[in-house]
């Protein structure tokens, strides 16, 4: 009978000890990882221009990193631009933002630093996209790839002196394109082409309008109107107004050109506001040679007719056709003070 239990006690240690090693090597062995999926924990942040504030934006790497890496995150602004509207830590370099990710980390950030003065009287809204990650990260599917900030103007659309307005936006290598906030194009007529409207110049020099196109004809006309935001000259005595230009391809008999100022245009009554015209502004004008591509600054010219007043200056843009009975009128550098 004891011969028999030790039998049997023997063949149970058999059968168990084999499970009892399984189970404790399979407790020693580490968990298989996947690659860190990387993703921003905000997908937006909201300031306004009178409460601005440095952001930081948080990514999150689940499971944790493994190894030394990276996170390429891409910056498209509007409204403004790196180094001058905000600045980034790590900074943006060739429109983008470099995260350096250490092993074990869950998460990585970057700071936003908004500049008061360089966002001006924008909206700017800058939006980050995760567009690569190095060894070991993914960033895949759309959830968490993108983020935003977004900083309202909170800021009275009414200027003050001095004002100035130097079209960056026009700049080739950083400017998108659009006018700044606060200016205004109003178009009166419009040609079968288009083709009247305000953009920005050949060669990165402020605005022109430019009714030409390949295939004009002659009575095809366009009046186009740019409108500069209200400026308040309260309190002032003697301010001034001044402004390059340049004008092209003359057509005689025919004004191309006009400039007016209104002291009650709110932009919404447009086709109701009185508009002046200010021949001082359009004499300047005619005195540039139409024959060539030359820029000129106006002489300071004398708006103390308008002080105590709001104003709104409008460039305005006519042709007589899309073809070669069309002109073109550029401005740039304009400045009230």
Known sequence: MGHTSSIQHFILQYRVFPLLM?????????????????????????????????????????PPATDSSEIFIEVAASGGRAGSAFETLPAVSNGSITLPVSPGDETVSFDVYPDEEGIGYNTLVVDFEISGTGEGLIADGLAGVFSSLIILNTKNPVRTLPFSEMFDACESETGDGSLPVGWE?????????????????SGSFGLECNAYSVDGFNGDDCEVWLLSPPVSLTGETDPSLTFWTDRRFDTPGFREYEVRISTNYTGENFSSAEWMLFEPAVAAIDENDPGIDDYSMTDPLDLSAFAGDTITVAWIYFAEGSGFSSSILRIDDVKIE
């Open 22 to 62: 399984l189970l404790i090597l399979s407790g020693c062995e580490t968990e298989p990882t996947g690659p860190g999926r990387v993703t921003f924990l905000q997908s937006e942040r909201v300031l306004s221009t009178d409460r601005l504030t440095a952001v930081v934006f948080t990514l999150s790497i689940d």
């Open 185 to 201: 194009e109003q178009v009166v007529i419009q040609n079968s082409r288009g083709t009247g409207r305000w953009e920005c110049a």
